[in-house]
């Protein structure tokens, strides 16, 4: 059964800190991406990787970077956390060598930055 | 304005009704991929559609992709109370389905 895990289901942190959303995949696949979902604006892209250290902003990349040391593994970092930054984030993973093939997706986290 | 929109935001059906969700592109897709996500959690796949005028079904499930490849329709058939949640599309504008683009989603009831 393929996997996408993210390392939390739920996360409350303060103003100003430094958090880190983990992400890790079984697939082998290349790609992966971080969203975000808030309502009424569905999923916005935040970082994808399509490659080990590879990396490219998406549609709202301010306030984040990421990190993707291993293939299997896709870290999303808030530098200086804020409340708009409040929101479900998603992860999701992609083989590039199947072309048109479908997104598989972690059960997301629930931040809450107070 | 939104690239890819979707009708309508929110569904209340009553159970063993059918129900139509559209999402409408403002321009051609490669890929047209619907998912749905059960409250607070992620996303799964439901079907993917690449060619004009093509037509999949899963179980009660029907979607379709118009001839032009800028509107799709997801058809739910005697709507049951599993069938609850929201339904999102996901436009490939790339070819390469390394990316796609969401719609703002649709959130199904299904009373008893």
């Known amino acids: 059964d393929v996997k996408v895990t993210q390392s939390s289901r739920y996360l409350v942190k303060r103003t100003g800190e430094k958090v880190f959303l983990e992400c890790v995949q079984d697939?082998?696949?290349?790609?992966m991406f971080w969203y975000r979902q808030d309502p009424g604006l569905g999923l916005r892209l935040i970082y994808f990787?399509?490659?080990?250290?590879?990396?490219e902003k998406g549609d709202i990349p301010e306030g984040y970077s990421v990190s993707r040391e291993k293939k299997e593994r896709f870290s999303l970092i808030l530098e200086s956390a804020s409340t708009n930054q409040t929101s479900m984030y998603l992860c999701?993973?992609?083989?590039?060598?199947?072309?048109?093939?479908?997104?598989?997706f972690g059960q997301g986290t629930r931040l809450t930055v107070v | 304005s939104q690239e890819l929109e979707q009708s309508p935001q929110s569904l209340i059906v009553q159970e063993g009704k059918n129900l139509t969700i559209n999402c409408t592109s403002s321009?051609?897709?490669?890929?047209l991929y619907w998912y749905k996500q059960k409250y607070g959690e992620g996303l799964i796949f439901l079907m993917m559609?690449?060619?004009?005028?093509e037509e999949k079904s899963h179980e009660k499930i029907t979607a379709k992709l118009d001839e032009k490849k800028q509107q799709s329709s997801l058809h739910i058939t005697a709507s049951q109370p599993s069938h609850a949640g929201i339904y999102l599309c996901?436009?490939?504008?790339?070819?390469?389905?390394?990316?796609?683009?969401f719609g703002t989603g649709t959130r199904l009831q299904v009373t008893l």
């Open positions: 697939m082998d696949h290349e790609n």
């Open positions: 559609l690449q060619k004009g005028g």
């Open positions: 996901g436009a490939d504008y790339t070819g390469t389905a390394s990316k796609l683009t």
């Open positions: 321009k051609t897709l490669y890929g």
């Open positions: 999701a993973s992609s083989s590039r060598d199947r072309g048109h093939t479908e997104a598989f």
């Open positions: 990787s399509y490659d080990v250290k590879m990396k």
